[in-house]
């Protein structure tokens, strides 16, 4: 027990030391003006008499002066003078007393005032150590830059130092509206941006909001309410960011980033309205429109306005605007409030946490109160709710979706099994028809005349059954029933055969048509059927998308252990858009219309190569033709022949099997 009460007294006394530590190095030493001042690594503050008086004269700045005009101030000291014109200059100075040895601070010292309005210049003993804004040759005030200046310790003598300030206000607010402070200079700059911080890092989170809905509008279609709510948060973080210091990291003036933060507030309703307007699937009104056209008036004055007085009309004609945009919005939402009540409910609970500090912010910047930075917190929970609301309505519409496209499916694979129960049904009719026809030329002797009618006849019935054929491939493929069953192909065999069947077909000559075959007898082992169909489907499109003076190019080549079919032509060529849709089932280009096909021909050639294990390239452009690639590989290959240095040209004529 004792030895329990003894440990107990031990941390009891360690506690209070270190309360008393604390206390005692963080603490700030608020002393009237002429106090003495006995170690300058502390920090102190001069909130009492100070001396004031208006009017100009730079030898106000030196150690002595006369002091029959002055009268004593307390700071804050800020605000509209109801009993003078504060406009134009006016000094503030104070007075310190150093010992006569007094030792040099082990820090650098800083002196801070805090915000001015509107230009200012600091000296220490008659010697300038810093100012922000400037009177001359043009009028550049900046009332909002924290102003922490260094002070040289060269300057600092024993006995009475004086610190003068000498002020410039352009409109009717003036005075000082924060104690001044000597302190360690590094330890106030880290304070003041440690104060700011949480105003930054919101601005960085309300940007990066806006992108995410921004992405999302174009992603699914530029979705109207996800573009105004993406644009709105980004405003509002770009506004949040230039509102801190950090303005100065991107603009070197003052003017030219207030004009930027005017310009960034002023579309805000806007941007919101319309927002709700498409959220709540509303029409815009005469009152929407006639706001829009208001607040556009005062966007595209700002650039031109550089006066202080110019930019507080601004702001005012901006305020007596807020209210008509309270009753714009207030009126969407009472519009079948019911109805749009699930898509009202979190927005609701955001706006009356906003309003009430669009309001302070507002009466802020007229400097009327003194309350910054609840904007903040008011827009990071109004934008947090919104966010949820809209990020709701997207997972129900994704789930409404994924919903139908299994639904389409389902009615797509009954689709297929109609249309190949229909297609294996003609194919058996169009096989019968051949058979007669071939018994026919058979047991009947043709004149000259009738030849050319049986082969056409012939060809037609060969290309409805290749069709069909390939139709129940594609199903297959899709499926994942067809097994591939790898055999030696003699390549030239199966191209010339295309090609004969094409020109028959499509009753094409062709004089400028090219094959290479490399080797030229060449024997790889692939699945007949797919490289049939890769083959067919190529070659066909070329004839079909080309006049019959253009060249067509079909390449084929062994190498490393894959083979290379190339066709290429001098055609037309497709745009982009074309090219987006090139393998998929059905659609077809608007040009299309008048060329036959059924729309599944390189929807097959894409699923055989890379069921194959290959892949397919296509180069095109308008009026530069097209070029497909396909690359497959091969278990091995064979040619009786030793191959050729250069590759054969075959001649375009049909060669037999």
């Known amino acids: 027990m004792i030895s329990y009460l003894r440990t107990n007294f031990y941390l009891r006394n360690i506690l209070f030391i270190f309360i008393f530590l604390t206390i005692i190095t963080s603490s700030v030493y608020s002393v009237p003006c002429g106090s003495f001042i006995s170690d300058l690594n502390r920090k102190w503050e001069f909130s009492e008499a100070w001396q004031f008086r208006k009017g100009d004269n730079l030898d106000w700045k030196e150690l002595q002066v006369e002091e029959t005009f002055w009268i004593q101030r307390n700071i804050p000291d800020y605000g509209i003078s109801k009993t003078e014109n504060i406009s134009g200059y006016h000094w503030y100075r104070c007075k310190i007393i150093l010992p006569e040895n007094f030792a040099a601070p082990i820090q650098p010292l800083g002196i801070q005032f805090g915000k001015i309005r509107d230009i200012d210049e600091v000296y220490l003993n008659g010697s300038l150590i810093g100012k922000t804004g400037s009177l001359l040759p043009n009028l550049d005030p900046d009332f909002h830059r924290e102003r922490i200046y260094s002070i040289p310790t060269n300057l600092l003598i024993p006995g009475e130092n004086v610190i003068s300030v000498r002020i410039y206000a352009v409109g009717k607010q003036q005075g000082l509206k924060t104690i001044p402070t000597i302190y360690n200079e590094a330890e106030l700059i880290q304070k003041q941006f440690s104060s700011e911080s949480i105003a930054i890092g919101f601005g960085y989170i309300f940007i990066l909001m806006g992108i995410y809905f921004l992405t999302g509008a174009f992603i699914r279609g530029l979705r109207a309410e996800n573009t105004f709510f993406g644009l709105f948060s980004i405003s509002i973080g770009l506004y949040t960011l230039v509102r801190t210091q950090y303005r100065y990291e991107i603009f070197q003036t003052f003017q030219g980033s207030y004009i930027f933060e005017l310009m960034i507030l002023v579309p805000l309703p806007a941007l919101f309205i319309n927002f709700l307007i498409f959220h709540l699937n509303g029409k815009r009104n005469l009152f929407v429109i006639g706001l829009e056209v208001f607040l556009g008036i005062l966007f595209v004055t700002i650039p031109f306005i550089k006066t202080l007085s110019g930019w507080t009309l601004i702001i005012a004609a901006f305020n007596y605007a807020l209210p008509v945009v309270f009753g714009i919005v207030v009126y969407y939402i009472g519009s079948n409030f019911k109805a749009n009540f699930s898509k009202l409910r979190f927005i609701l609970i955001g706006l009356i946490g906003l309003f009430p500090t669009i309001i302070i912010d507002s009466l802020t910047a007229l400097e009327i109160l003194s309350l910054e930075g609840t904007i903040y917190f008011g827009f990071f929970f109004f934008l947090l709710l919104i966010s949820v609301q809209l990020s709701e309505e997207m997972v129900s519409s994704l789930e409404k979706y994924i919903a139908m496209e299994s639904e389409l499916i389902q009615m797509e694979k009954i689709k297929t099994g109609f249309l190949l129960n229909i297609s294996n049904e003609f194919k058996t009719g169009i096989e019968k028809i051949a058979l007669v026809v071939g018994k026919l030329n058979q047991t009947k002797k043709l004149n000259k005349s009738e030849k050319p009618a049986s082969q056409v006849l012939d060809s037609q019935l060969r290309n409805t059954i290749s069709m069909i054929d390939e139709a129940i491939l594609l199903s297959n493929i899709e499926e994942g029933h067809y097994k591939i069953q790898h055999s030696h192909v003699i390549v030239s065999e199966i191209i010339m055969d295309?090609?004969?069947?094409?020109?028959?077909?499509?009753?094409?000559?062709?004089?400028?048509?090219?094959?290479?075959?490399?080797?030229?007898?060449?024997?790889?082992?692939?699945?007949?059927?797919?490289?049939?169909?890769?083959?067919?489907?190529?070659?066909?499109?070329?004839?079909?998308?080309?006049?019959?003076?253009?060249?067509?190019?079909?390449?084929?080549?062994?190498?490393?252990?894959?083979?290379?079919?190339?066709?290429?032509?001098?055609?037309?060529?497709?745009?982009?858009?074309?090219?987006?849709?090139?393998?998929?089932?059905?659609?077809?280009?608007?040009?299309?219309?008048?060329?036959?096909?059924?729309g599944i021909g390189l929807t097959l050639v894409n699923a055989s190569t890379i069921l194959l294990g290959g892949t397919l390239k296509v180069k095109s452009a308008e009026g530069m033709g097209s070029i497909f690639v396909i690359t497959i590989p091969t278990e091995s290959s064979s040619h009786s022949k030793e191959i050729p240095s250069s590759p054969k040209k075959l001649p375009k004529k049909k060669v037999k099997s």
Do not use: W
């Not at 004089?511 to 490289?531: C, G, M, Q, R, Y």
């Not at 499109?541 to 190498?559: C, G, H, M, P, Q």
């Not at 393998?583 to 036959?596: S, Y």
């Open 498 to 598: 295309c090609i004969q069947l094409s020109e028959q077909r499509l009753d094409q000559k062709r004089k400028n048509l090219h094959v290479s075959i490399h080797p030229s007898d060449a024997n790889v082992e692939t699945d007949p059927v797919l490289f049939r169909a890769i083959s067919r489907n190529l070659i066909e499109n070329a004839f079909l998308y080309t006049d019959k003076s253009v060249r067509i190019d079909v390449d084929f080549e062994l190498k490393d252990q894959q083979y290379i079919l190339t066709v290429s032509d001098e055609g037309l060529g497709m745009n982009h858009f074309e090219q987006e849709n090139l393998f998929k089932k059905f659609i077809r280009g608007a040009k299309d219309n008048i060329i036959p096909g059924a």
